[in-house]
């Protein structure tokens, strides 16, 4: 746990939250500020500033707990969609540096707004990338 930490508190409980699910590692709680009807995060008990800093052990779990979740959640509210999200960095928009997935519901005309205007990849662009992973 890392002191001034808020999400290390609350997933650790000791600040209290609207818990939807808690095991060792995971608490999954409801955003203060949701984008839509059941707006949930997933936070991994031990501090993990972001992806880049997350355990693999810990990585593989939360998806399975992120599948279970968002299963209960899409059912149980009538959602017709819903969108994983995960920031990493203030650039991405993260603002609580303690990793953490979104979970969120989506509902015909919804206001929630998770999209970006398709750009163009040039075949500089593309062999700079790809060599990274050869
Ligand atoms: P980020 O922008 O870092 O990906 O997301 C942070 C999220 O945490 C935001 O959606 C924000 O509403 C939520 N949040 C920030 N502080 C608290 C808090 O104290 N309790 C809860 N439940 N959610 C919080
Ligand atoms: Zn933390």
């Known amino acids: 746990m890392q002191?001034?930490?808020i999400f290390c508190k609350i997933a650790n409980g000791e600040i209290p939250s609207a818990t939807l699910y808690e095991?060792?590692?995971f608490r999954v709680i409801l955003d203060l500020g949701p984008a839509s009807k059941g707006h949930a995060l997933i936070l991994p008990k031990k501090h993990a500033a972001n992806l880049f800093e997350l355990p693999d052990e810990t990585a593989?779990?939360?998806l399975i707990v992120a599948k279970r979740i968002a299963g209960v959640l899409k059912e149980g509210l009538h959602a017709e969609g819903l969108n994983l999200v995960q920031n990493n960095g203030a650039a991405a928009g993260q603002?609580?540096?303690h990793f953490h997935i979104h979970?969120?519901?989506?509902?015909?005309n919804d206001t929630v707004n998770v999209t970006w205007q398709p750009g163009e990849l040039s075949e500089e662009e593309k062999g700079e990338i790809l060599k990274l992973f050869r």
């Not at 979970?103 to 015909?108: E, H």
């Open 3 to 5: 002191n001034d930490c």
């Open 23 to 25: 095991d060792e590692e």
């Open 60 to 62: 593989e779990k939360a």
């Open 95 to 97: 603002t609580v540096e």
């Open 103 to 108: 979970l969120i519901p989506r509902y015909q």
